[in-house]
């Protein structure tokens, strides 16, 4: 679980960084920031962490 929360931090900091140079480049609001650069891609971004974690565990478990 701590491996899950671990990239979750990960891509929060990535949308956070993201929505605000978007922001900048374009001119644009917080709100319309987040529509274009985050809410498309939450959903992919949480199957492909539980899939890394999974993955992950699964070579730590067989190199071990």
Known sequence: IISLV???IGILTCY???SFQ???VCDTSFITALAVCV??????????AVAAV???HKIKDRIN
Do not use: A, S
């Not at 809410?39 to 492909?48: E, F, G, H, T």
């Open 54 to 56: 999974f993955i992950g």
């Open 22 to 24: 978007y922001m900048y």
């Open 39 to 48: 809410v498309p891609y939450i959903p992919l971004d949480i199957i492909k």
């Open 6 to 8: 671990g990239c979750m």
């Open 16 to 18: 956070f960084f993201g």
